[in-house]
């Protein structure tokens, strides 16, 4: 009996001996297994964070590379099983904000449906613009891809994003990206506008009567909003403003021009804004007459007195041709003054004109004081586009030159130092030009050269 006992002892000492044994070797395996687990996640993780940051590498060569580059030697033979269209939102708009020319972010949008959505964001910032020539052949900055511009044929000029298309007869707006189309009244369709009789700060407006046998001539088109389109025309021997509602049967012409040569005009602050050769520049307030539904001038004022008298600083024989223009730039409004020296060759029957000299001066509009002031640097980030459409653009992220002016050939007797280009660069640094790509010139032509400005 007692043998007996010590026997089930032994065997019972046994058993727990193997059921601890069994217990370790459970807990080490579940222990290796979880060791393994863990690597196995860090190599995934580590993945996967090489594969984003291969993307995003492949991304950033965008800014020189057309996309479709990327879509079909990377994308289409990736062994990778991520989808583009993972990336996140954020970081799908601040590479698509990196791209300067509008021709790669269509590229871009066109990779997926994501991609797509996001290039819409409205806080993308936009693009460099289009330079266009007068038989519509774009340019695109800064690589300068050339492409022919679809039903562009016999365009005027453009405004914004808008392609401007004025006939003797008609006038019509056709956006080059949303393919919308604006009707713009006849051209022998025109009214005197109800206007205030006196400028504020300024001189009396005098009774006019208007050519009706006449025509309208456009110079420059503004679309202040989808509701008004503003223009700088010529009515008979007036150079004026005139404004319309797109859809309307006429438009209204202002006798502004009978005291003040209207140099250029633009929409800011809600307000239509117009500077003449001398510098003075007037706010104009538009409404609409409640009873009758017309367009008037419910004020204008003079809010900034002439720009101060320009002296070359050097002994200057020729003639000396100014441009203005407006443009605004971080919220504040330039003027632009486009100095053009001019020399004279030959007799008067026979006069060539020989640009020897362009240089630019800068000023901003100071309303609290009513004058202009001055300016040596338009930022190192930002450019200025001008023209007969006129823009600034913040380049900094680009990786494009700042502080300079952009300029088209919108002038006649284009032909500084036989400039190959359409357009040329002033740097307001150290007041040096360059004419660079694209060769294509429209000299001797109408219409000129002009921007274009995509969203």
């Known amino acids: 009996m007692v043998v007996s006992r010590e026997r089930l002892a032994t065997e019972e000492a046994g058993r727990l001996l193997m059921e601890a044994e069994r217990q370790r070797i459970l807990e080490l395996n579940a222990r290796t297994l979880a060791e393994e687990r863990r690597r196995e996640d860090a190599r995934l993780a580590l993945n996967a964070e090489y594969t984003m940051r291969r993307r995003f590498a ?58 797509c959505i996001s290039a819409r964001h409205p806080g993308i910032p936009p693009p460099l613009p289009w330079l266009v020539l007068s038989d519509g052949a774009a340019f695109t900055l800064p690589r300068g891809e050339s492409f022919q511009i679809p039903n562009s044929t016999g365009f005027h000029s453009c405004s914004g994003e808008w392609l401007v298309f004025s006939t003797e007869k008609t006038c019509s707006l056709v956006n080059t990206f949303s393919k919308a189309n604006l009707k713009l009244p006849d051209l ?37 909003s989808e509701v008004l389109v503003a223009a700088m025309v010529k009515v008979g021997d007036l150079y004026t403003l005139a404004l319309c509602r797109p859809g309307a049967k006429s438009w209204f012409v202002s006798a502004l021009g009978r005291i003040i040569s209207v140099a250029d005009m633009m929409f800011y602050g809600g307000k239509l804004y117009t500077v003449d050769d001398e510098g003075d520049l007037c706010s104009i307030i538009v409404e609409e007459d ?43 409004l330039l003027l632009v003054r486009r100095r053009t020296f001019e020399q004279r060759f030959g007799d008067v029957l026979d006069i060539t004109i020989k640009v020897v000299r362009i240089e630019f001066e800068v000023l901003e509009a100071n309303f609290k004081l009513a004058k202009w ?77 002009t921007w274009l400005f995509p969203r």
């Open 188 to 224: 022998h369709c025109f009214n005197l506008i109800d206007e205030p009789h006196q400028v504020i700060n300024g001189y009396e407006i005098p009774n006019t009567v208007l050519n009706t046998e006449a025509e309208i001539l456009i110079w420059k088109i503004v679309v202040c």
């Open 58 to 115: 492949l991304i950033q060569r965008a800014a020189s590379a057309p996309l479709i580059t990327i879509c079909t030697s990377k994308l289409a033979h990736s062994n990778d099983q991520r989808s583009w269209s993972d990336l996140p939102t954020e970081l799908v708009g601040h590479v698509l904000g990196c791209l300067p020319a509008h021709i790669d972010r269509i590229r871009f949008a066109a990779v997926c449906h994501h991609w």
């Open 290 to 332: 409640i009873d009758s539904g017309k367009l008037r001038l419910s004020r204008i004022e003079r809010v900034v007195t002439e720009a101060p008298f320009f002296f070359p600083p050097w002994p200057f024989s020729g003639a000396i041709g100014t441009q203005n223009y407006l443009v605004e730039s971080c919220g504040a």
């Open 373 to 449: 002031v001055k300016v040596t640097s338009v930022g190192d980030d930002q450019v200025l586009f001008v023209g007969r459409s006129s823009q600034s653009i913040c380049v900094s992220r680009y990786r494009q030159k700042g502080n300079c002016i952009f300029f088209l050939e919108d002038i006649e007797g284009w032909d500084f130092e036989d400039a190959p280009s359409s357009y040329a660069i002033y740097d307001m640094k150290d007041g040096t030009l360059d004419s660079p790509l694209p060769r294509g010139s429209c000299k001797g032509k109408k219409p000129p050269a």
